[in-house]
């Protein structure tokens, strides 16, 4: 398969131009946090942690929106939800964490953002705003809208993007007062998180034909090619593209479901992970308390 898409070029495959974009935000974050935090009003330096998590969270933005992935994205649905499963799931986690609390707090109290904040973070609110967006932005005529548009594209994954660092911040908030939910009650938020994505997953996985014609139809899909591939390159090469078939030994329908499969597994581990976590801390927070010192016994 790598073969095969060199014939779209340097540029389709590997975003330069973004590579730069990325570069810059980890620039930004060095010098913000770093040699000039006190110039930003900071006075912690973030921790190694902390820098290894922003990092992280930079490098796999790269690779599944700059890389030849991006490009699979489009040829490929199973590697559509790979990149949605990286990129709305462990993405804003790793940038919450590692981003230091007193960036957070100068974002967050901004008056036109606080009161916004405090209402969509509410539980309900946070669970039905992104888990219905993730599932409406993969309906059919949604989707096949969105890979034809770049403005639609952008647009509805930056709204996504928004709402998944919406979903996670009020059990992985860095403010501890935006952070208030008990353990248990964090666990019932994730297990419900990961109910509320299910149909989503389920229809894809279940679905007896294909449902995207951004993947069957060559027409939609030459469309949806230009999104990130150069209008020129597209146009000399029309004549030898027949569809993503020609890049793939699966039918659309198998990779189809595998797309399902993939972002469920994705989604299960991401859970868990976040769920140990918790568990982790609530164990170790109940271990630390100390019964009180029983009264001495009269002697008699």
């Not at 609390?101 to 705003?129: C, F």
């Not at 952008?154 to 860095?174: E, R």
């Not at 990130?228 to 027949?242: F, H, K, M, N, R």
């Amino acid at each position: 398969m790598w073969l095969e898409l060199q014939i779209f070029g340097f540029r389709a495959l590997w975003s330069p131009y973004f590579f730069l974009f990325v570069l810059g935000l980890a620039i930004a974050y060095f010098v913000i946090t770093g040699p000039y935090r006190e110039r930003f009003g900071g006075h912690d330096k973030p921790t190694r942690k902390q820098q290894v998590f922003v990092y992280t969270a930079l490098a796999l933005l790269y690779i599944v929106k700059g890389s030849p992935i991006d490009l699979l994205t489009h040829i490929m649905l199973s590697a559509h939800m790979a990149q949605m499963a990286i990129y709305y799931l462990v993405f804003p986690i790793l940038l919450i964490k590692g981003i230091p609390a007193w960036i957070w707090r100068k974002v967050v109290y901004l008056p036109v953002v606080r009161p916004v904040l405090n209402l969509l973070t509410k539980p309900i609110i946070s669970l039905l705003l992104f888990n219905t967006l993730f599932s409406v932005y993969h309906m059919p005529i949604v989707f096949d809208f969105a890979k034809t548009s770049q403005i639609a594209h952008t647009t509805i994954s930056l709204i996504i993007l928004v709402a998944a660092f919406i979903v996670w911040w009020p059990i992985l908030s860095p403010l501890k007062e935006a952070n208030s939910l008990r353990p248990l009650l964090k666990i019932g938020y994730i297990f419900a998180n990961s109910v509320l994505i299910t149909p989503a997953c389920v229809l894809i996985i279940f679905a007896d034909h294909t449902l995207f014609d951004t993947y069957t139809q060559g027409g939609a899909w030459i469309q949806a090619m230009q999104l990130c591939v150069p209008g020129d390159i597209i146009q000399g090469l029309s004549g030898q593209l027949s569809g993503p078939q020609m890049f793939s030994n699966m039918s659309p329908l198998e990779d189809q479901q595998l797309g399902g499969i993939i972002m469920k597994i994705m989604q299960e581990i991401t859970y868990g992970v976040i769920l140990a976590r918790i568990f982790y801390g609530w164990f170790n927070a109940e271990s630390l308390k100390v019964d009180p010192i029983p009264a001495e016994t009269q002697n008699y």
